[in-house]
């Protein structure tokens, strides 16, 4: 409640400063506390009306703690409800005092009335004072047994607060267990959403501790669980829903009825009013049909409807978010939204934060058919009062125009722009031009024609300067007059950019090497500026050009003017891998901010939802014994679905060809559990085709896992023997969760035997060889040469586990290993194990 | 789970401020309305309802001119957090009649009271007003409504026709009217935003009507409701369900919405039979049903707009505006707006004759023409000629340099869709039970814009 204390600092006159309030208060409090006048209430109430306004505004008033307990003795709920709040707000700081409340508290605890009870309960729990949580389990056990669902409710929100005070508290009173049961049999459904969210929490801190924990919290996405929240989700309002769905999106069903039975049960909730419902909806659709692509599409077609709804009713900041997960769905999947071009159009009053979204859904969907009204509609914005809006709608035209459809009619109104006379569209098509021609190098000549004739004087935006000197650069033979500009600009050396100057370096450079005779003056100047100039860069180029003209002008001219070849694509600024990630979290702020939630929580703060996204960075294994085999699947297909479709043509044949890397492979009824886990194996899969592969794999891991590649291994004597568990078994979230907690205990390269390299043909084959030294794997992906396996090994005489992440190039025959073990003091022991039994793969 | 809400007023005042979990620091409300009133300086026109700053995630509505904020530090759902937002301005609303700075202030520890029950720990509980009612103990201070009438958003049922009681949409849903009886009534309105874009020869190129049918009861005893819409409602007209193609019997009068949701209360039962909705409305306001249509309407204003250079350094702007709705109908307070050339030093104006109710403005600042109409009668056509003076001379295109021509306006007792509440029915208590009924129209401009 206490507002900020700096408002205090800045009084404004409706805002006294506080002393003399606070003691004129203390007074008239101590007067009316013993007093039992008729009437004595109101003026009580205007009192402590007085007393939380104060506090509202920042006003310390916790020196009247002690009058107001007093006043507190009275049964008139309105008084009880303010003295509850201003307890609330003060007991942290007053531990002391707070003492005071225990006694009145308990007594409303055992009040006739339900609502007292229920409120002098949340109160008592809401103290917050460590020294006093023993006042308060027995209030909370009766509380969770009150026969009013409104106590109940208040109650069990009361044990996550304990549990934050003093979690052993919490635990040795038996409270999860209780809100447990509560859970799975109150009649009130308040009352299992609160269990809900309790044990969600509590049981998510818990669980890095114990194992029991964490079996309950993956026991909240279980079967009998889902299909008991699912039967009872029109008890729940709104709100519980939203939670509910959130949960079962995490669910994997076993079959593919099951899927559609949920679906079913499920469509008419995206037509509900509340946005949030709908979007909690529309993500368990996705999330149930991934692996199922034709359903999947369906899925998309299904939801636009509801989701141009939302985006049109409500407030502006509630279309916001909706439509910032439709651009999300039109980015992964353009060609579904094409005809839907329309919706994307800005309307004048938008904010601009709204315009930007639909100017880039706009960009993604263009096509062959809609490209033209699509510009059309752009160009007007260009010309728009909004400077901003412009500036985007003239880039999103440029943009259109390199993904080549129609580049023609673009390229004509493009240049229109630089027409136009207004500096900022003048300076945004600049830098367009620029682009084009790099990608379509035979527009130049009508290009040039018309840039020929922009004044440079005009051209004040370094991007755009930088732009403009580039085509005088590279296009030097087809301007007249080229050389004199480029002598003029270095005339005003001192006032450009670095990054100007910069270019007009090498555009004089380039201009030089077509026609020396007059260049070489302007050329003098700017080396003169440049090798005297205080930007470190500029002085090091124009040193570098320097010494090469120094060295050989025609050596030079190789250097600084190759023949270049036409960009074909422009890079990508976010990787799949990224907007996997953000697909995965959707329905969260991960898809406002647009980028995965690391980026911007701490890791005590993902939200009650991460831990089957912990389960999910690793795919199961066939080898894991306990497991249902049916959850390995070619992931590339199903969380690749609705990459674009070049890319996703790509992705197919990958899976053609590297199907074998899994275990069996499996009818699409099986749905892959952890698409994550398995797109990032898939991925370094792709990476490893173009590339050389470990490093980048590595760094995908680096930044999934945090893993600390750098850290050294420990030098340690490895005892002389070490024997392994022959049957040791450990489920894909337990050795998640290790393999997070435990540092890197060894870094190691080695080798394969020629043999092994050659007989790696498939994972498969080392599983066996592996499993055979007592080494188990649990995870494994790849395809020749690069493979990549999660494996695990125990001790055979205590629980003892040894981790290891192993990258196999079957080329080179190279094996990369990162090796965590929980008893350090024999992890060099088990590396020498594991190496001796990867290295006699294919020999024995 | 949510940290902290609080209410701050245009100046960044705490109104309300409540934490719920402690894990966000103290001064959260000074940070938030800093990075919100400086958004501008990073380039932004204005900051988006969601950001984060150092962890925290920010997330408000803006309501009467009041920010409600939530604060948070877990990656939770964005349409949760800003639905919740506005459904707690929507109960305080409930509560007090009317919302606005000085009604929260006169209330605020009733408004603690609420936030205490909507929010436990972060989590959500409940936001349904009727709910709530068993919990919140402390009495309304209601202010007083008249003085605030230009304001009030209900006030545009009121202008035009006189039949609609003034007090009712500004009564708190606790409150009881003076001599402590309680009016049994019940409001339904069907609002209608529409939005078009002409082009500059006045073909329509986009159009769309986002419509809500808006109810608030104040029966007692919760009857159960039904409304009875067009017969011939048709939903659907792409997408992926299973629809037929309607579109060519368009015309012929029936009304075919895109897309349409509903609120948690209604019942379908009988929809696709008679297009009837039952439901037991909850206290307070609601939408039950919002709907979107793409279909073809006749808009109901045209707009002409000339412009004639007169020499290098002046230009005559006229504009026409014709009203295409039935002479019984009246739309009220009607802005045109167009941004005229940067270098437009002077603009002077020249109305019809005998014009009544007419204002003209030359934005200094933003060099915005502005033409506010107070009333326009269905059939009419009105016209407006301003002289512009440059500052400097012409050179291009001047149509480039000015427009579009956009138009505000509410049109009370008409909707363009044709979507009608054909009855609306409420389960009898008694034969003498007969509460008052108000089923209201209006249309409203939401992006009504005619280039140049």
């Known amino acids: 409640m206490a507002p900020p204390a700096q408002s205090s600092r800045y009084p404004s006159p409706s805002q006294p400063s506080g002393k003399g309030e606070v003691s004129d208060l203390r007074l008239q409090l101590r007067q009316l506390a013993g007093s039992r006048a008729p009437g004595v209430d109101d003026s009580k109430r205007e009192l402590f009306k007085k007393v939380i306004s104060y506090m509202t505004i920042g006003i310390d008033v916790s020196s009247l703690f002690g009058e107001m307990v007093m006043c507190s003795v009275t049964p008139d709920i309105v008084l009880k409800k303010m003295c509850y709040l201003y307890v609330g707000n003060y007991a942290k700081v007053n531990p002391d005092l707070a003492l005071l409340t225990i006694n009145f508290l308990q007594r409303d605890c055992k009040d006739q009335d339900p609502i007292i009870r229920g409120l002098a309960l949340r109160s008592l729990s809401s103290l917050r004072v460590a020294n006093l949580v023993e006042y308060l389990v027995g209030p909370l056990g009766s509380g969770l047994k009150d026969n009013n669902a409104y106590v109940r409710t208040v109650a069990v929100m009361g ?57 309950e919290k993956e026991g909240l996405i279980s079967k009998p669980f889902i299909y008991y929240l699912l039967n009872r989700l029109r008890e729940f309002n709104e709100w519980g829903q939203c939670l509910v769905l959130e949960l079962v999106a995490k669910y994997v069903p076993s079959d593919t009825n099951e899927n559609f039975d949920i679906m079913n049960l499920l469509e008419d909730r995206l037509q509900h009013a509340n946005g949030a419902v709908v979007l909690a909806t529309i993500k368990v659709f996705l999330q149930l049909t991934l692996s199922m692509a034709d359903v999947h599409q369906e899925v998309y077609e299904r939801i636009k409807a509801p989701l141009l709804t939302l985006v049109s009713s409500g407030s502006p900041e509630q279309s916001y978010a909706v439509l910032s997960h439709l651009h999300l769905l039109v980015m992964r999947a353009p060609y579904i939204f094409a005809s839907d071009y329309k919706h994307f159009y800005c309307q004048y009053n938008e904010p601009s934060y709204v315009k930007k979204l639909k100017l880039e859904m706009l960009t993604a969907v263009a096509n062959e058919s809609n490209t033209y009204e699509i510009v059309t509609e752009l160009c007007e914005y260009a010309a728009n009062v909004d400077v901003p809006i412009a ?34 569209v003048t300076a945004e098509a600049l830098v367009l031009v620029k682009d084009l021609l790099r990608k379509y190098p035979q527009w130049s000549h009508d290009c040039i024609a018309v840039v020929g004739n922009i004044s440079s004087k005009n051209v004040q935006e370094p991007k755009a300067k930088a732009a403009l000197i ?22 005003n050396w001192e006032e450009d950019a670095p990054e100007v100057r910069l270019h007009l370096l090498t555009a004089i450079m380039k201009c030089f090497f077509r026609r020396p005779p007059e260049t070489q003056k302007a050329l003098g100047i700017a080396l003169a500026a440049g090798v005297a100039d205080f930007h470190q860069d500029v002085h090091d180029r124009a040193l570098f050009y320097y010494r090469l003209l120094q060295y050989d002008v025609s050596s030079a001219e190789r250097v600084v003017n190759p023949p270049k070849q036409a960009v074909s694509v422009f890079a990508d600024t976010q990787s799949n891998e990224i907007k996997d990630r953000i697909f995965d979290e959707f329905n969260s702020l991960s898809v406002v901010y647009q980028k995965p939630s690391y980026m911007f929580t701490d890791k005590d703060h993902r939200g009650p939802f991460e831990f089957s996204d912990e389960i999910g960075n690793l795919a199961v294994g066939v080898e894991s014994e306990h497991e249902v085999p049916a959850t390995s699947v070619d992931a590339n297909e199903t969380s690749d679905l609705l990459l674009s479709t070049t890319e996703k043509e790509e992705t197919r044949a990958m899976v053609a060809n590297g199907s074998d890397y899994t ?3 499996y009818d699409s009824s099986t749905r892959a559990l952890p698409s994550q886990g398995q797109s990032e194996l898939a991925i370094t899969n792709l990476l490893g085709t173009s590339d050389p592969g470990p490093q980048a794999s590595m760094a995908i891991d680096d930044l ?54 050659a007989a790696l043909t498939s994972a498969q084959a080392l599983l066996q060889h592996m499993q055979g030294n007592s080494i188990q794997c649990i995870a494994s992906g790849g395809q020749s040469p690069n493979f990549k396996f999660f494996f695990f090994a125990q001790k055979a005489e205590e629980p003892s586990v040894f981790l290891v992440e192993c990258k196999i190039n079957t080329s080179t025959a190279k094996a990369q290993l990162n090796i965590k073990a929980e008893d350090q003091s024999t992890s060099h022991g088990f590396s020498a194990l594991f190496q001796s039994a990867l290295s006699r793969f294919g020999t024995s | 789970m949510i940290s ?14 409540r934490d719920y979990r402690g894990d966000v620091q103290k001064g959260s409300a000074e940070i938030f309305f800093r990075k919100v009133k400086f958004w501008k300086d990073d380039g932004e026109e204005e900051a988006p309802p969601v950001f984060n700053v150092d962890g925290v995630n920010y997330f408000h509505v803006k309501v009467v001119g009041l920010l409600f904020v939530a604060t948070t530090r877990v990656n939770m759902s964005p349409s949760l957090v800003l639905e919740l937002l506005q459904r707690i301005a929507r109960v305080i609303k409930d509560y007090l009649g009317i919302l606005n700075e000085d009604s929260i202030r006169k209330n605020f520890v009733l408004v603690y009271e609420l936030l205490d029950e909507v929010i436990d720990f972060g989590y959500v509980q409940t936001t349904s007003t009727e709910v709530l009612k068993s919990y919140v103990f402390n009495e309304p201070i209601v202010i007083d409504a008249a003085r605030l009438q230009p304001l009030n958003p209900a006030s545009m049922f009121m202008q035009g026709t006189k039949r609609m009681p003034g007090t009712a949409v500004t009564k708190s849903v606790v409150a009881n009217d003076p001599g402590g009886r309680k009016r049994e009534e019940i409001f339904v309105d069907i609002i209608e935003k529409i939005s078009v874009t002409f082009s500059s020869s006045g073909y329509i190129l986009t159009s769309e009507i986002d419509g809500t049918i808006q109810m608030k009861s104040y029966l007692s005893g919760n009857p159960e409701i039904r409304l009875a819409l067009n017969e011939d409602l048709a939903i659907g007209t792409s997408g992926g369900r299973a629809t037929y193609d309607y579109r060519s019997s368009s015309g012929s009068g029936s009304v075919i919405l895109d897309d349409c949701n509903f609120h948690e209360s209604v019942r379908l039962d009988s929809f696709d039979i008679d297009r009837t909705l039952s439901l037991v ?14 279909q073809e309407f006749k808009p109901p204003f045209r707009i002409n707009t000339l412009i004639e250079e007169a020499g290098s350094l002046r230009a005559e702007v006229i504009l026409k505006i014709s009203a295409e709705f039935p002479s019984n109908i009246t739309a009220n307070t009607i802005i045109v707006q167009m941004p005229l050339p940067k270098y437009t030093a002077r603009a002077t104006f020249e109305l ?9 403005d030359f934005k200094e600042s933003t060099k915005r023409l502005e033409w506010g109409l107070k009333k326009i009668s269905g059939g009419s056509e009105h016209t407006l000629r301003a002289k512009l003076t440059f500052s400097q001379e012409l050179h291009g295109n001047i149509t480039k340099e000015a427009g579009p021509v956009s138009l505000t306006f509410t049109i009370p007792m008409y909707n363009v869709s044709k979507l009608q509440v054909k009855y609306l029915q409420i389960a009898k208590k008694s034969s003498s039970y007969n509460p008052y009924r108000w089923v209201r129209y209006v249309t409203q401009a939401n992006s009504y814009v005619a280039r140049i």
């Not at chain 1, 635990?171 to 209780?178: C, G, S």
């Not at chain 1, 580039?470 to 005339?491: C, K, R, T």
Request: proline share 6%; with cysteine; aromatic share 8%.
């Open chain 2, 281 to 294: 409305p909850p206290d307070g306001e609601f939408p039950v049903m919002n709907y979107r249509m793409t």
């Open chain 1, 704 to 757: 999934l896992m945090g893993l600390d590649l750098t850290a050294p291994p420990a030098p340690a004597s490895a005892p002389p023997s070490l024997k392994l568990n022959a049957r040791a078994a450990l489920d894909a979230g337990s050795f998640q969760r290790k393999w997070r907690e435990l540092p890197v205990a060894i870094y190691q390269e080695c080798e394969l035997s020629s043999q092994g390299a």
């Open chain 1, 159 to 215: 044990a996550v607060k304990l549990y934050h005070i003093s979690a052993s508290t919490c635990i040795d009173a038996d409270f999860p267990a209780t809100l447990k049961h509560l859970m799975l049999n109150d009649s009130d459904s308040q009352v299992v959403v609160n269990c809900l969210f309790a044990l969600q929490e509590i049981w998510n801190s818990e669980s890095s501790k114990s194992e029991e924990a964490t079996r």
């Open chain 1, 470 to 491: 580039w085509m005088l650069g590279e296009y030097a033979q087809d301007m007249d007059d080229a050389p004199y500009i480029l002598e003029s600009l270095v005339e």
């Open chain 2, 4 to 17: 902290q809400f609080f209410v701050l007023s245009q100046r960044g005042d705490n109104i309300v401020f």
């Open chain 1, 391 to 424: 500036r985007e709608s003239i880039r999103a035209v440029g943009k259109i125009a390199l993904q080549q459809y129609d580049v023609n009619a673009i390229v004509d109104r493009l240049l229109q722009f630089l027409e136009m006379e207004k500096d900022y």
């Open chain 1, 663 to 665: 275990a069996p492979l």
């Open chain 2, 352 to 360: 019809e004759a005998g014009a009544v109710g007419q204002t003209t």
